[in-house]
């Protein structure tokens, strides 16, 4: 079966005795019918906030710089923006190697370049080499670009709700039974039947657990820089 907003809605009501629905019917569907399309996205909004950094909603994004334009807005979409990723990409057009940009605070951008927002001395342009995050929902660059660079950095962004009936969720097909945990949590409430909610919610949680565990727990390792110059002991056994 395809995996996609029409499917899960009819796996719900499979779960609960109820009519499937068709790709003809589906967009007109009220009553319980339009509450189980309520239900799965639910469940998927549920997912989503439990953690904003998901790694299947990852985005690399590229942004063409304007000459002389120090800040620029963040996509509307964005959840997380990750400002260790910013960095200018190569381009023989203008000569400009590929750079990674160092990350800069607020403050430290008003201290010491704000002027380069209303300086009309085209001479302090050239290729950014800093990156700062602005309270404003923008990103500013340091220097001002002097050519339309490109820019490319990654975020993680917010899903928007599924709609028609072919829509495929951003969540992956490996993890359905949780979303149908989370949709049955959902159309369980939405009939009073709070035992049986309860149930489906405790099943969602642990799922959404085990989910963070397979693809956000990360373990770093580090590697000893020490130089041992010493003698060398070897434990042994104590004799005599």
Known sequence: MA???????????????????????????KGWYAQCKDAINASLRDINQSHFEWPFNHVSTEETLTAGTSRYAFPIDAASVDFDSFRIKEDSTFGNKTTKLEVLTYDDYLKHYVDQEYSSDTSIRNVPTRICNA????YIVVPPPKEAYKLVYEYYRIPVDL???????????RYKHVVLDGAMYHSYMFRSNEQAATLAKGKFDEGIKRMRTVLINKYEYLTSTYVATGPYFIAGPRLG
Do not use: G, M
Not at 135 to 138: F, G, I
């Open 3 to 29: 995996y996609n907003y029409l499917e899960l809605v009819n796996a719900v009501n499979r779960k609960l005795n109820e009519v499937e629905l068709t790709s003809a019917t589906f967009a007109t569907a």
């Open 135 to 138: 309270p404003s929902q923008e």
């Open 163 to 173: 709609e028609k009936y072919d829509d495929v969720p951003f969540v992956p097909e």
